[in-house]
């Protein structure tokens, strides 16, 4: 704790920290993103659906901005964010708030508030255009389509759904025993893989996802028409009590056991704050996934799988496919 | 002069007179871009074209955010940017500088510059998926097709480009002796309207366009196959020298009597300095347009017609086309 809070009042930083660090990130932006096809579509996806959102931005940066962030900036972010009223500390393991409380005190406490300003918070225009994006690149050996709809969080937007959607990307994708797996994969035999994800914890609003990786020689074209074809019977014969309950049984499970990781329970729990939401929101969840009934997922399904919000993404070989 | 002058430092704004002109501005807003699909579309293929360049943001504003705008916004703009070291005074008509030049100083030339700090120019990062946006409107009765790609400016990116991309667009698409009209509305019958337009004035990037709307029962699919075909066609054959002669030619010609009026003239010059040119970059153009040679074409079509940089737009009824 001494260390954190000293590095939140006392940092030194010179030019050449700046210049090396930056190499740093740079190298990982290259081998991260630049040299990975697949990350590189990601990028460009996410820069296409939202709009007017910060989040449009890649967290790492554009390569051409990184190249060009030196002192100044790095000192500017630093004095403007990193201060304890912009933190959330999260503390796991076999201690008592009693004891750790006053130890906070004296070390984060000490550090005056730096009285952070509310960051601006862009609201996204209305979304009417479908969006498709084709990526082609020569490295690409394994062809992959995906899809994200603009979708609410559960700390903004039609976050009512947020729950929903949750259960939803499990029964579209979660598993083998999800729909698209069983129909795209084990059925048809289209796919080698097929899912669905749905991330709920974000400030502003996030994004629900479907995914297909073609079996050999599928067409990514062939692909997608199975995959119209199970959204379009999701939402016209919608899904059945049985389904929900197995599905949210096991999403319950399966958060219980990742509870024993002191990491992921506290982790859990700075994400959710830092999000905006509260303790309380992430202690209630099993009981409100647990709530979740089939007229939830097919309201929040009917909410968020919309055409005209949707980006979808094909990545390909520089040959035609 | 004077009143001009005055409105640069002079201003008094109540809360009142933003109010109602904000809903004059709102008002146009939903005449010319929310009540119309095809302006509406514009505004989603703009947003996606440039990711990073401030051009993605409508000039009139979004509509959730110009609802939010007030008073202190309005003086915001009005302080940073209304004042005479950030302004450009275009004359025309029937005086000398000798005449006017100490009318001008005795206005704006007292008025103290205000030291307008430079704005952020945004860069681009590198476009590397071909995007295509696909808007469906219950209140479209004419489908259209269209396409814009990333382009430099005569000011930006690789603007030795920007004379020959201008030739190129009138190669393309300029009027109905273009390669697009003769093929597509003339020869093939699949279209009732065929062009192209390439805009070389702007401070930071630009963008070259082609567009279709199609003849009574013609699909959308079959039109864009038949345009992709006078596209690669053209990068594949070249372009002729007797091509290039007659077009540059005529353009030459169009803007001599585009001169003769005093409004345009002065707009051409006004333009030009705004987005970083100077008065010999005009005052040349018509001698760099006789010069441009068809390797010049060739090499700008091959720099700029490219997918992945590429964004393309379908105007569509709701129902399916």
């Known amino acids: 704790m001494r260390l954190e809070a000293d590095r939140m009042v006392n940092l030194t930083l010179a030019d050449k920290d700046v210049t090396t660090e930056r ?8 081998m991260r993103t630049d040299n990975d096809p697949g990350a ?12 007017q959102l910060h989040y449009r931005i890649p967290a790492i940066g554009w390569a051409h901005e990184l190249a060009k962030i030196g002192r100044d900036d790095a000192l500017a972010f630093y004095h403007r964010y990193y201060a304890p009223d912009n933190a959330i500390l999260v503390i796991a393991g076999d201690v008592t708030a009693t004891e750790v409380r006053p130890l906070t005190e004296r070390t984060y406490g000490v550090i005056p508030a730096r009285g952070v300003a509310p960051r601006e918070r862009l609201a996204e225009p209305r979304q009417l255009a479908a969006r498709r994006l084709i990526l082609r690149d020569a490295r690409v050996r394994q062809p992959t389509w995906q899809r994200t709809y603009l979708a609410p969080s559960r700390h903004a937007g039609a976050k009512e759904h947020a729950d929903a959607l949750e259960v939803l990307a499990e029964i579209l994708g979660g598993g083998t025993t999800s729909r698209l797996y069983r129909s795209l994969v084990v059925e048809k035999k289209l796919a080698a893989a097929a899912g669905a994800w749905y991330d709920p914890v974000q400030l502003a609003l996030s994004r629900f996802g479907v995914y297909a990786t073609p079996a050999e020689g599928v067409d ?3 692909l997608e028409t199975a995959m119209d074809g199970e959204i379009a019977r999701l939402l016209a014969d919608g899904v059945g009590a049985a389904e929900v309950k197995r599905v949210t049984k096991r999403m319950i499970a399966e958060a219980t056991y990742a509870r024993d990781s002191l990491y992921l329970a506290a982790r859990a729990f700075g994400e959710a704050l830092t999000a905006g939401l509260t303790v309380a929101d992430v202690e ?6 647990a709530a979740v009934t089939p007229a939830d997922v097919m309201a929040a399904a009917r909410a968020v799988l919309r055409p005209a919000t949707s980006v979808t993404g094909l990545l390909l070989g520089d040959g035609k496919s």
């Open 23 to 30: 190499q740093v990130v740079m190298e990982e932006r290259r």
């Open 40 to 51: 590189l579509l990601s990028e460009q996806m996410t820069a296409a659906q939202f709009l």
């Open 220 to 222: 990514l074209a062939t």
């Open 284 to 289: 209630s969840w099993p009981e409100r996934i």
